[in-house]
């Protein structure tokens, strides 16, 4: 049977491993114009990867197990968790909006630089523009907080510190 420390140490490295994609996906989206459907399928590759190297965990391993653990440090590292999920939730009602009124006017496939996103939206678009903006940097906070917390339940859970010669 693998023991609990080689499963921590895996959900480490896998949460650990979705930073770098979330921060390329982020970086590509942001200096990329314009924003045509390829761009937009390559910064989903990686964000939809780290997404998946953090939410697969979580759901599998960390979540069954959040109540036998129920102490101070594994409720807080929990709550920041979820807080970047919501956050992520709050952001995706703005994503879906934009991404609608691009479809619809085909600025994904056919760019026009002469229109304006707040012009084929509704007069609501500056605020679904807000919404993704705190959604998408919220996330990211909160994302770093709770991976902080759980990389410090880790050292203190499994005394890594004890295993490092010399300290």
């Known amino acids: 049977m693998v023991t609990d420390r080689v499963v921590a140490t895996v959900v480490l490295l896998a949460v650990t491993a979705s930073f770098p994609c979330f ?3 982020a970086w590509y989206i942001i200096e990329t114009e314009p ?23 979580l759901v599998t391993w960390m979540a ?15 709550f920041l968790g979820m807080q970047a999920y ?16 691009k479809r619809r006017y085909d600025l994904y496939n056919d760019y026009d630089e ?12 500056d605020h679904w523009r807000s919404r993704v903006r705190i959604g998408v940097f919220g996330y990211v906070i909160f994302w770093v907080l709770a991976y902080g917390a759980g990389v410090a339940r880790y050292v203190l859970r499994y005394d890594i510190l004890e295993l490092v010669p010399g300290l």
């Open 23 to 25: 921060f390329y996906g």
């Open 35 to 57: 924003v045509t459907w390829d761009v937009l399928m390559h910064h989903l590759k990686f964000v939809v990867t780290g997404l998946v190297l953090t939410t697969v965990p």
């Open 64 to 78: 069954p197990r959040l109540l036998d653990q129920f102490g101070s440090f594994a409720m807080v590292h929990a």
């Open 86 to 101: 919501a956050l992520l939730a709050f952001g995706m009602t703005g994503i879906v909006r934009i991404f609608s009124a």
């Open 114 to 125: 002469d229109v304006l996103l707040d012009e084929i939206g509704s007069d609501r678009m």
